[in-house]
């Protein structure tokens, strides 16, 4: 049998290190093997631990903790009882933006965070959503322009405007050249009635995308939004010429 094989190889690795994280990583896959997931996730806890006191192991302990989280994301969309499967899915989540938060620049950075967005919007924790969004927004800095971007369409999808676009706003400091980070910013600042704030935002929507008729319609609405605010009637008559033409 090839799992007692590698457990009594495992526990002669044991006798000679007791503090090496692969040791407890081994027991936790012969527990996984054995669909023992309790005792898996207790060898996985020690081998974390023990890897996050080495600053050689950053990586290892980074691949523990996914390894932990995705196994914990499997295992809940298991459980029948919703209260212990979103106990247990948010565990997963906070690993990952654990995991995320240690270096978000990182090229895996953004794909933690959106495990991370993923879950908390399955279970609709608003506690999670906002240990998640609320950094982001704080200070964007650390942060790529695609994890910006993430956290901007969760918020849109939730109907969270001001934070959505902030972190549009966000994103766009990073890469300016987002069509959709642009085009939406733009069409959620004139649903704000704010139409003079799209101007820039417009003409470099008109720069990557020219030929989107959505595009063409959404300076054509923010110009109609400018000319009605216009109480120079000359203006106004200029600007509704424009939308016209």
Known sequence: NKVDSAEAMAKEAYVLDRRSPFIYNAFAQIAKARQNYDEMFRQLDRAIELASKD??????SMQLRTQYASTM???AMQETDVAKRNEM?????RLY??????????????????AALDIAMLTQDQ???GEIINPLIEDPTPYPDLTLLLGAETMRMVNKQEQAMALYR????KNPNIRDANFFLTYMLLEAKKPTETTELLDRLMQLDPGNPDNIMMRAMAV??????ERD??????LIRQVNT
């Open 73 to 75: 994301q499997e295992r």
């Open 233 to 238: 009637t000359r203006k106004r008559a200029d």
């Open 224 to 229: 109609r939004a400018v000319a009605e605010a």
């Open 127 to 129: 506690t999670l959503i």
């Open 55 to 60: 600053t050689a192991l950053v990586e290892t």
């Open 89 to 93: 899915l948010g565990r997963a989540a």
């Open 97 to 114: 933006l654990a995991v995320g938060a240690a270096n978000p620049a990182s090229t895996d950075g953004p794909a933690y965070y959106s």
């Open 170 to 173: 966000g994103a766009l400091s």
